[in-house]
């Protein structure tokens, strides 16, 4: 099936770094959302954008819907122990009746 | 407001059986998503319900089917499982209507092993 191109694959950082992430597909999607998933677990939303240009924040995360309605990125600032786990990005192209395309995850691992 | 809850969360059964797998959504939701994720594959959607019908149906082989019934609870059913339907099984339940808001919440997943 259909998959987005989500980079990096792998991150390994510092505590207290940045950490940037991003999306892309051949295809226009008119939502894009952040999930996260930690080991043995359903993904967790982080963020949910829906117009293009869109830029939305949640704590210390920070995601924008691009212009084009091709392309997503997120940001989390000084990062945590706690943001260990898979990132996944996903698309949709009409919210609330098609389905969820994903993108293969970010790993993020956080040094103390 | 409770969230998503699948059950079991873990199951083992051999090539050949069938499972049904159970999801109940958020109160109030409609629409139910499931999902499988393999390592390989990554998350792939196998089909949604939404007000007991099914509404949209990813490419998956007609041993994978489902259901929903009038509270909205969902059953997905797997036959003659093989060795590749080892997998995570996700569901997500949404309003599913057509406002350009709604987002799918996901529960914590079946953990399908087959031998």
């Known amino acids: 099936g259909q998959q987005l191109n989500q980079s990096p694959q792998s991150m390994f950082i510092q505590e207290g770094e940045d950490v940037s992430m991003n999306c892309t597909s051949s295809?226009?999607?008119?939502?894009w959302l952040w999930y996260k998933q930690d080991p043995g677990e359903g993904p967790v939303l982080l963020i949910a954008?829906?117009?293009?240009?869109e830029l939305t924040s949640n704590g210390r995360l920070t995601a924008q819907f691009g212009i084009t309605r091709k392309d997503s990125f997120l940001n989390i600032s000084a990062s945590i122990p706690s943001d260990v786990g898979i990132y996944f990005c996903?698309?949709?192209?009409?919210?609330?009746?098609?389905?969820?395309?994903f993108g293969k995850g970010t790993r993020l691992s956080v040094i103390a | 407001k409770a969230g998503v809850t699948q059950t079991p969360r873990y199951l083992i059964k051999t090539r050949g059986q069938q499972v049904t797998l159970s999801c109940s959504p958020i109160?109030?939701?409609?629409?139910v998503s499931w999902y499988q994720q393999t390592p390989g594959q990554g998350l792939q959607f196998l089909f949604e319900?939404?007000?007991?019908?099914?509404?949209n149906k990813g490419n998956f082989p007609g041993r994978f089917s489902g259901r929903q019934f009038s509270n909205s609870r969902s059953e997905m059913n797997v036959s003659t499982l093989e060795l590749g339907d080892s997998a995570l099984y996700l569901c997500?339940?949404?309003?599913?209507?057509?406002?350009?808001?709604?987002?799918?919440?996901f529960g914590p997943g079946t953990r399908l092993t087959v031998l």
């Open positions: 997500a339940s949404s309003t599913g209507g057509l406002a350009g808001t709604d987002t799918q919440y």
């Open positions: 319900y939404f007000s007991e019908t099914q509404r």
């Open positions: 295809s226009i999607f008119n939502t």
């Open positions: 954008l829906y117009k293009a240009g």
């Open positions: 996903a698309g949709q192209r009409w919210s609330g009746n098609t389905p969820l395309v």
């Open positions: 109160s109030g939701h409609r629409s």
